[in-house]
Structures are given as C-alpha cells and as structure tokens.
C-alpha cells in the first residue's frame, strides 16, 4: 500500500492513511469478533461497545469509526460525566458519506465540547478539500481526502480565512 501516494492530512502533515476498517463484513469474513492485534485498524462503534475490554487490552490500540447517525453516549462508559476514556481508541473517524452531509460536523463539536474527546479526530469519506477549513473548526485535526483530493491543496485550505465569524471548537 505504501506505493500509492498521500491520501491524508494530519495535524497539518500529509501521509498515507493506511487505516482499515473492521465492520460487519470482515467480522463475518475472518470468522472474529475484532481485527487482530496489529497497527492500521479501526472499528464500527457496534464492535467498540460490543468488545471495548478486548480492545482495550490489545498493544495495539484500534481507531473507532462512527456513523453520522450513531450515538456517541455510547462511547461513553462507567462515568457520571460525559467523558469518553481515551485507553484503548488511537482516534476517532466520523464518517462522510457525503459532503453535503452536516452531521458530522456536529457529531466532531459534540466530542470536544462535550465529550472532553482530547485525541484523534478524523474526517473519512467525502472529505474535499473545500470543507478541511470548516472540519478543522469543528475539532478535526485528521482529514482522509477523497480520491483525486491533493493533501498538500488542503494543508494550504487550512489557512485559507484569515477572519473567523464563529466561535470554534479548536484545540
């Protein structure tokens, strides 16, 4: 995978996101309940809740990927605050299906203002470069561009306004 080129930006430094996703359907391909301990995976929140002790033992820490429609509470465990234990979770990814879809962006202030989310926080899918200005104000600091999206054009978004109109939700 290495060969292709950077697909990602994250605090502000292009890479290749080499990520994959355990969902459904490799929970029924590899026969398991989670991905096997090794870097690069990230899983559905029904696996997180469903296994989070596992997960949360392993070397290697798997990323929790969200749905705009999932409920975030659920993340949430064992505390009277609002406040998502970060053991266990290298980042959380919330999901684009499409850019015109705004709920992630409030699923990303949700998780820092509410939710104390201090790590990772990730934007996948139909992520343009148009919109990384916009996500990073919502707390994204990690960005997977759409295919045919260049990392470097969106790192130069990141600085595109220099006068803000709206609070932020900025770390």
Not at 26 to 35: F, I, K, M, V
């Amino acid at each position: 995978m290495s060969h292709l080129p950077p697909n990602m930006l994250r605090d502000g430094a292009v890479m290749r996101d080499e990520t994959r996703l355990f969902d459904e359907a490799q929970e029924q391909l590899c026969a398991a309940l989670y991905p096997p301990d090794e870097p690069g995976w990230a899983v559905t929140l029904s696996t997180w809740v469903s296994s989070r002790s596992e997960l949360r033992a392993r070397r290697h820490w798997a990323g929790v990927q969200l749905m705009p429609n999932d409920d975030i509470e659920k993340l949430v465990q064992g505390t009277a605050a609002r406040h998502i234990d970060p053991e266990g979770i290298a980042f959380i990814a919330i999901d684009f299906p499409a850019y015109t879809d705004g709920r992630g962006f409030s699923l990303a202030h949700l998780l820092r203002a509410d939710y104390a989310w201090k790590g990772e926080l990730r934007a996948v899918g139909d992520v343009l470069i148009d919109t990384v200005h916009y996500l990073a104000r919502c707390g994204f600091n990690s960005f997977v561009l759409k295919a045919g999206h260049d990392p470097f054009k969106a790192a130069q978004a990141l600085s595109t306004f220099s006068a803000k109109y709206e609070r932020s939700t900025l770390r």
